[in-house]
């Protein structure tokens, strides 16, 4: 194919027939006109390619600007291999154009349809079949499959490994039967790399474009101060312990507009002894290689970890906040472990729900029960050692379908021993529920991904106000809640939070098993939370969140020198401690012996809503109190818990599988 004029041929043509010659100036030459000048570029392909001006020898592709050579003789270049490039990397062709007169003569030279040469020659022989079917090399080309560079070809690869990350799949995901078929079915032309591509390549590549993303919001970190969370796991599959870090921290956007932060730092193997000095300096080289990526220094304020005493010994010279959800499972575990009536209940409740769990034919009846009842369609809950609060569930869901699992456990024996719930031990159980309600709800609260330090204290008061309430009977007017978590007096006569109308003798007794556990839960209060009442971090924090402010505090305290408890609180009869602090700071008259200054500004401020935020409250007062402001958000921006490094866990349990 010539990008110049074509030739004559001196053969003579039979009348009424259509001369053609493989030449594109000649295919719309009907009218009669001379053929146009030989250096007038007549061939549709121009529409996509200019000639290179320091070598005319090669043309340059506007879509992608690679170069394409056209021969070497410069008496003879053509478009061939213009036209392969438009046909198999851009999948452009000729479109058909039938050859008749009416056709030529209203198309001009200079605007010849992109047509293939396999049309002009199948016109030619008058094959009937030659306008309805695709060209050859057209339908060649299609078949033939994408280039590793092929733009789709690398959009779809790139798509495939954001699904790999996103839905924790293994990278023998690609080698599948299944998938290699969808994938085959959506797009025939696409060649699908292989596992080893995708886990030394595309995921590589991701990561390192991720971490491009954090490098850059870690530089804008306000005041260049950041938290950390950090936690160890082992996993069962394949022996590996690892090391977590999650970071937290306020980021600016634009001048005056500030949004707090949680992204993961850090998920690496610790094969060595977990001594506090190996996991300090292994978090120490983490800092150093994100420092040194960020190019410039930024500071660990605070460092939140479960009660492990490696952990705490680690982490002794950052400002250490050991996890509250951490602290609160031991104090229930370790209250429910003290009393024998309550352990027996559970184990009961364990082998009931375990059994009803495991065997198909017990789930089918306890359907039918539900039905026949009218009880919610709900599944037994099991409990998790690890976790309070699923005991909580447990007890929970068993209270709620009481009269199935009364009537299946007087069909059947469950196990060896017997496991027949007893009516006073169905009242303990409400009881528990009602003890154990509001610390799963603070844990629920401390859990949040949107949670800070500085709602420890007000939660914990809360939480200590209502368990005493629920000990000594709604009727006994109370006295400081701290106190009383802080000094269990057991030779006090109380009554049971929860009376309940015609009870037995039996039940007496029982109610006195549920006072004993709120007692025990008391004093596991006063000696793990003791010290968090008088921490200055979250009694700073506390104050500096314009939702509680000196409100929520338990006494009249002195932000340099945090003191004893000596305000009163009124009782409350509500088990909600939101319930409870928003009652607590209506009530509570503004202090006014705190400093002066900022603080005294801000502390006259007007307060905001329990579910307003407060890191959108101090943006708004980034230009009035600079410093405060920073003070306030470095503190606001630390999390209670290391919940977020655990769920990290949850997620790499089922990453690191035989799978």
């Known amino acids: 194919m010539s990008d110049t004029e074509g030739t004559s041929t001196s053969a003579e043509t039979e009348p009424g027939s259509t001369h053609l010659v493989p030449t594109e100036t000649n295919i719309a030459s009907g009218d009669g006109r001379p053929p146009p000048p030989k250096n007038r570029r007549t061939s549709a392909v121009w529409d ?38 438009l046909l198999y990397l851009h999948c452009m062709r000729k479109p058909a154009v039938s050859v008749t007169s009416s056709s030529t003569s209203s198309n001009s030279p200079g605007n010849i349809p992109f ?16 306008t309805s079917s695709p060209p050859i090399l057209t339908a060649f080309a299609a078949k033939q499959p994408f280039s590793a560079n092929h733009p789709r070809s690398k959009r779809i690869t790139d798509m495939i490994g954001k699904m790999i990350c996103t839905d924790l799949e293994p990278f023998s995901v690609v080698e599948r039967r299944g998938f290699k078929s969808l994938v085959a079915f959506l797009e025939p032309k ?47 599959h394949n022996a590996h312990a690892y090391l977590c870090m999650t970071g937290h921290w306020c980021e600016h956007v634009g001048e005056s507009s500030v949004q707090r932060k949680a ?27 994100w420092k040194e990526s960020v190019g410039q220094p930024f500071g660990v304020k605070f460092v939140v970890s479960d009660n492990a005493a490696n952990m705490v010994k680690a982490l002794s010279e950052f400002g250490h906040i050991r996890c509250m959800s951490h602290t609160l499972h031991l104090v229930v575990i370790k209250a429910l472990e003290q009393d024998r009536i309550v352990a027996s209940l559970l184990s009961k409740a364990r082998s009931i729900s375990g059994y009803i769990h495991r065997s198909s034919k017990a789930n089918n009846r306890l359907h039918e029960l539900q039905t026949q009842l009218n009880l919610p369609q709900h599944t037994l809950i099991t409990d998790i050692k690890t976790r309070w609060n699923y005991t909580f569930y447990m007890l929970q869901r068993l209270v709620e379908q009481c009269r199935a699992v009364q009537i299946m456990t007087q069909e059947s024996n469950m196990g060896r021993t017997p496991t027949v719930i007893y009516p006073n031990e169905w009242g303990l159980a409400s009881d528990m529920l009602t003890l154990l309600s509001p610390f799963e709800e603070v844990t629920r609260a401390l859990s949040k991904h949107s949670a800070s330090i500085s709602e420890v204290i007000p939660l914990l008061h809360g939480l200590c106000s209502i368990i ?4 000594l009977g709604a009727g006994e007017e109370s006295e400081d809640v701290s106190d009383d978590c802080m000094a269990g007096d057991d030779d006090q006569d109380v009554t049971e939070g929860q009376d309940q109308d015609g009870a037995a003798e039996s039940r007496e007794t029982l109610g006195a098993a549920a006072r004993k556990l709120a007692d025990n839960l008391s004093k596991e209060l006063q000696w793990r939370f003791e ?29 340099a ?6 305000e009163e609180t009124p009782a409350t009869s509500s088990t909600s401690v939101l319930s409870f602090l928003h009652k607590k ?57 290391s919940v977020q490094s655990e769920c990290v866990f949850s997620t790499t349990g089922n990453v690191v599988s035989p799978q």
């Not at 005493?468 to 000990?471: E, F, V």
């Not at 020198?561 to 000596?566: H, K, M, Q």
């Open 468 to 471: 005493r309430s629920l000990h």
């Open 48 to 85: 996509s390619f200019t000639v290179c001006k320091n070598d005319p020898s090669k043309a340059m592709c506007k879509l992608c600007k690679s170069k394409i050579s056209r021969g070497r003789d410069p008496k003879h270049y053509n478009t061939t291999s213009l036209h392969n490039h």
């Open 115 to 130: 047509q293939d040469t396999g049309d002009q020659l199948g016109a030619a022989k008058g094959s009937p079949s030659s």
């Open 585 to 641: 700071k209506s009530a509570t008259p503004m202090r006014t012996h705190l400093p002066t200054g900022d603080v005294e500004a801000y502390l006259a401020d007007g307060d905001i809503s329990l579910s307003d935020d407060p890191v959108k409250y101090w943006s708004g007062k980034l230009q009035f109190w600079p410093k405060l402001t920073h003070f306030a958000l470095q503190h606001l921006c630390c999390p209670p818990t």
């Open 531 to 559: 010290p968090i009442f008088a921490n200055t971090t979250l009694l700073h924090a506390t104050l500096l969140d314009p939702r509680y402010k000196a409100s929520c505090f338990p006494n009249s305290v002195d932000v």
């Open 190 to 236: 696409y060649q699908l790399p292989s596992r080893h591509h995708f886990s030394r390549t595309v995921v590589p590549e991701l990561y390192e474009a991720m971490r491009g993303e954090l490098v850059q919001t870690l530089k804008a970190a306000d005041g260049g101060v950041i938290n950390l969370t950090t936690d160890l796991w082992t996993s069962n």
């Open 561 to 566: 020198a945090p003191a004893r408890i000596t």
């Open 263 to 289: 992204v993961l730092l850090n998920v690496g193997v610790l094969d060595i002894e977990h001594t506090a000095n190996n996991i300090l300096c292994c978090l120490k080289e983490k800092m150093r290689e």
